[in-house]
């Protein structure tokens, strides 16, 4: 069976075609279980674009790319070195170009599929630490998107994956660069001591400190947006949105706006119910006072404010519509 998907792939991949034209490529950076699939598939009913999914994700590409890519703990880019970030340059490159495919839409059935595309969507999981060098080095309109931590960690514990805080704290560089000494033993501790919630929790937390420490340097070179303004404001954020990246078929995504993703079998969710603060609010029935005051412990120990802890929505700052 898995061998005649990837035979259908191929087929689908021959026969479709990919030409650049003068609109940049879209890179957007988020997190598992964070909505960003959702974005995804909406931003991909626009006209003739392809996406590419996960392009960095040893678990989702075939063995056979697996080796254009720089070796990673569990498939996590912390801080590169320069070597191992210039193979990831020519690797994305070759994507853009299509002389590297994968993870591509190749379900041909779906709105969202084009035979001809003339620009490529992708979206990455594995990649936010790596902002400023992307920013820095790969053509494209850089998105992010992010989730509450609890609610994001709260989403991945019932999907029941494994963390990946090794990736981070086993990394000298990525250790040096942003970690104090005090840092790393608090991380430790949760490492070793915390429930899974609190590890996910931290694991969102370790994730964005280069976003967080370099945002009012890159803050004018990306598009930064969150779940909650999605779920909340959809006509203003898709509206802004479409424009930002030059995308028309706003009303087309607004139609589809309430249909989940393809990955929403992972949770209990049987559709999407935007405009209501109830759909934010799902996830706090499963969190007690002593998870909440941890998460805010962890939140502070690294001085990341993109959320406080009892607030669906981000601080003003951040907030996409804000700006």
């Known amino acids: 069976m898995k061998y005649l998907k990837s035979s259908l792939k191929h087929c689908i991949y021959s026969f479709s075609k990919h030409d650049f034209k003068d609109k940049k490529d879209i890179l957007l950076l988020a997190n598992r279980r964070g909505g960003s699939t959702w974005l995804l598939e909406l931003l991909c009913l626009d006209t003739n674009i392809r996406f590419v999914d996960q392009p960095l994700s040893i678990h989702t590409i075939p063995f056979q790319v697996i080796n254009k890519?720089?070796?990673?703990?569990?498939?996590?880019?912390?801080?590169?070195?320069?070597?191992?970030?210039?193979?990831i340059y020519k690797y994305i490159e070759g994507l853009?170009?299509?002389?590297?495919?994968?993870?591509?839409?190749?379900?041909?059935?779906?709105?969202?599929?084009?035979?001809?595309?003339?620009?490529t969507l992708f979206k990455v999981v594995h990649g936010l630490p790596m902002i400023n060098a992307l920013i820095n080095n790969i053509d494209a309109q850089h998105v992010?998107?992010?989730?509450?931590?609890?609610?994001?960690?709260?989403s991945v514990t019932n999907a029941k994956w494994e963390h990946f805080l090794y990736a981070f704290l086993n990394d000298r560089r990525y250790c040096e660069k942003y970690l104090s000494v005090e840092n790393i033993k608090f991380a430790e501790s949760i490492l070793h001591k915390g429930t899974m919630l609190e590890k996910f929790v931290l694991e969102w937390t370790l994730d964005k400190i280069p976003l967080h420490r370099s945002y009012e340097q890159i803050k004018k070179n990306i598009i930064f947006i969150t779940y909650e303004e999605m779920i909340l404001y959809p006509n203003d954020v898709l509206s802004r949105l479409t424009q930002d990246l030059s995308l028309n078929n706003v009303n087309k995504m607004l139609k589809n706006i309430n249909k989940p993703?393809?990955?929403?079998?992972?949770?209990?969710?049987?559709?999407?119910?935007i405009n209501n603060q109830?759909?934010?609010?799902?996830?706090?029935?499963?969190?007690?006072?002593?998870?909440?005051r941890t998460a805010a412990k962890i939140l502070d120990q690294f001085s990341i404010d993109f959320y406080t802890i009892n607030n669906n929505l981000p601080k003003n700052k951040y907030r996409y519509l804000c700006h």
């Open 144 to 154: 992010v998107f992010i989730r509450h931590p609890l609610s994001q960690a709260n």
């Open 96 to 119: 853009q170009k299509a002389s590297i495919r994968v993870n591509e839409n190749w379900r041909f059935w779906r709105r969202s599929f084009w035979k001809k595309t003339n620009r």
């Open 261 to 273: 993703s393809r990955t929403t079998k992972l949770s209990n969710t049987k559709n999407i119910t």
């Open 69 to 87: 890519l720089p070796i990673a703990t569990d498939g996590q880019f912390c801080c590169p070195y320069p070597e191992q970030l210039s193979n």
């Open 278 to 292: 109830n759909q934010l609010n799902k996830w706090k029935y499963n969190i007690n006072v002593n998870q909440y």
